[in-house]
């Protein structure tokens, strides 16, 4: 498992509720989920023009909700950048497949245009799949850190 060092949070696009603390200007702060190693999973309240941030969730991650936890953020990471690659040589067939069709005309690149088509035919089912294995492991790793909260919350 890889670790990273620089913090990370996402917004989980909840408005602060009238328990949730002002910014130091006097807005309604909103509530975040950190992402750093230290505190996976963890909710905090913040301004993002001022900075002010607060802990929602008091106590520390247990160790192995904190290991389950970043070990999701990294498999989503690396398919990320998997998406990314493929998105990328999927543009790149096609801008090959785009040459061979202006030079569509003559007879011999008939056969060349179908075996390009075959391979972007080919690329494009790939992509497919490892964009819906990305939809699982992230819904997957979703719900564990969802069911990892709940159960630190409960507790």
Same mark, same amino acid.
């Given at each position: 498992m890889a670790s990273s060092q620089s913090s990370s949070s996402a917004s989980i696009g909840l408005n602060a509720t009238n328990s949730a603390p002002l910014c130091h200007c006097s807005q309604p702060t909103s509530i975040s989920i950190s992402w750093t190693d230290a505190n996976p999973g963890r909710r905090f309240f913040e301004c993002e023009e001022h900075g002010f941030f607060e802990w929602l969730d008091k106590d520390m991650p247990c160790l192995w909700p904190k290991k389950s936890l970043l070990e999701a953020r990294e498999k989503i990471r690396r398919q990320t950048e998997e998406i990314k690659a493929l998105r990328e040589a999927l543009c790149r067939a096609n801008a090959q497949v785009a040459k061979?069709?202006? *030079?569509? =005309? *003559? $007879?011999?690149?008939?056969? !060349?245009? @179908?075996? !390009?088509?075959? !391979?972007? @035919? $080919? #690329? *494009? !089912?790939?992509?497919? #799949?490892?964009?819906? #294995?990305?939809?699982?492991? =992230?819904w997957g790793g979703f719900v564990v850190a969802t069911t990892v909260i709940a159960y630190m919350l409960k507790g």
């Amino acid at each position: 498992m890889a670790s990273s060092q620089s913090s990370s949070s996402a917004s989980i696009g909840l408005n602060a509720t009238n328990s949730a603390p002002l910014c130091h200007c006097s807005q309604p702060t909103s509530i975040s989920i950190s992402w750093t190693d230290a505190n996976p999973g963890r909710r905090f309240f913040e301004c993002e023009e001022h900075g002010f941030f607060e802990w929602l969730d008091k106590d520390m991650p247990c160790l192995w909700p904190k290991k389950s936890l970043l070990e999701a953020r990294e498999k989503i990471r690396r398919q990320t950048e998997e998406i990314k690659a493929l998105r990328e040589a999927l543009c790149r067939a096609n801008a090959q497949v785009a040459k061979v069709h202006l *030079t569509r =005309s *003559t $007879a011999p690149n008939v056969d !060349i245009l @179908k075996s !390009i088509e075959d !391979i972007v @035919k $080919a #690329q *494009t !089912i790939h992509f497919d #799949q490892k964009f819906l #294995q990305f939809v699982v492991y =992230s819904w997957g790793g979703f719900v564990v850190a969802t069911t990892v909260i709940a159960y630190m919350l409960k507790g």
